[in-house]
C-alpha cells in the first residue's frame, strides 16, 4: 500500500518561509495529481495547492502567489514553498491524491507561524 510522509513543518514568525516535502512509497506521482492540503484547529482541511501528473499546477486563493508546489517524479517527491507566512497559514499539512485516497492519509507535519 502505497504511503506518503509529509516532514518540513515547524515554528516560523510572520514573514518567513518553509519548504514541505511529501515522500512516497511508490511512483504514484507519475500517474495522479497531487495535493498538499492543511487542516487549522476548528477547521476542515481545505487543499492548498495542487500538481497534476504532468506538471500543471493550481492554489487556493488564499495561498496564491506565496505557496509553490513541485514534484521530482525521479525521487517520488512532492514539494510546497511556502513565503511571506502569515498566522493564519498556521495547520497541520498534509499530501495525498487529489481527490484524496482516504488510506493515504498521514500524519501531516505542523506548521506554526508567530505574529
Known amino acids: 500500500q502505497e504511503q506518503l510522509v509529509e516532514s518540513g513543518g515547524g515554528l516560523v514568525q510572520a514573514g518567513g518561509s518553509l519548504r514541505l516535502s511529501c515522500a512516497a512509497s511508490g511512483t504514484i506521482f507519475a500517474i495522479s495529481a497531487m495535493g498538499w492540503y492543511r487542516q487549522a484547529p476548528g477547521k476542515q482541511r481545505e487543499l492548498v495547492a495542487r500538481i497534476s501528473s504532468v506538471g500543471s499546477t493550481s492554489y487556493a486563493d488564499s495561498v496564491e502567489g506565496r505557496f509553490t508546489i513541485s514534484g521530482d517524479n525521479a525521487k517520488n517527491t512532492v514539494y510546497l514553498q511556502m513565503n511571506s507566512l502569515l498566522p493564519e497559514d498556521t495547520a497541520v499539512y498534509f499530501c495525498?491524491?487529489?481527490?484524496?485516497?482516504?488510506?493515504?492519509w498521514g500524519q501531516g507535519t505542523q506548521v506554526t507561524v508567530s505574529s
Open positions: 495525498n491524491t487529489v481527490p484524496s485516497i482516504r488510506e493515504y
